[in-house]
């Protein structure tokens, strides 16, 4: 299983989020899955209002399914209990995994 976060979404266009699908078809036919994860600005929602007006719900059905809004860390104990997530939760249950982070450019 791969993680995607895209960061400034918003910028992406339909190639892009073409080229992504392509991606994350070619992947699971050796068996991996993407999930990825959209990051953006309010235009973002926009840019989904579109995809789906003209048609384009293919895009909307694989990366764009659900809209939730991020406030961000705003206090101190938003990083802690943050942060203690990291050190108290494992999936699979039980076992100890890394959180790796691979840094990629805004634009793909």
């Known amino acids: ?3 995607f976060f895209c ?3 918003q910028r992406y266009s339909l190639h892009e989020y073409e ?3 392509d991606v994350h078809d070619e992947l699971a036919q ?9 990051v953006g600005q309010e235009r973002l929602c926009e840019q989904r ?3 789906q007006e003209s048609g384009d719900t293919h895009i909307v059905k694989r990366f764009m399914v659900e809209t939730l809004r991020f406030r961000g860390i705003r206090s101190a ?3 802690a ?4 997530s990291y ?21 793909l």
């Not at 209990?81 to 203690?84: D, E, F, G, R, S």
């Not at 108290?88 to 790796?100: C, K, S, T």
């Open 19 to 21: 080229w992504l699908r």
């Open 30 to 38: 050796c068996g991996v899955r993407l999930t990825t994860f959209l």
């Open 49 to 51: 209002a579109r995809f």
């Open 87 to 107: 050190d108290e939760h494992a999936y699979p249950v039980g076992q100890r995994l890394e959180f790796h982070t691979l840094l990629l450019p805004a634009r």
């Open 7 to 9: 960061d400034e979404a």
């Open 1 to 3: 299983m791969i993680i």
């Open 81 to 84: 209990t943050c942060l203690k």
């Open 77 to 79: 104990v938003d990083a």
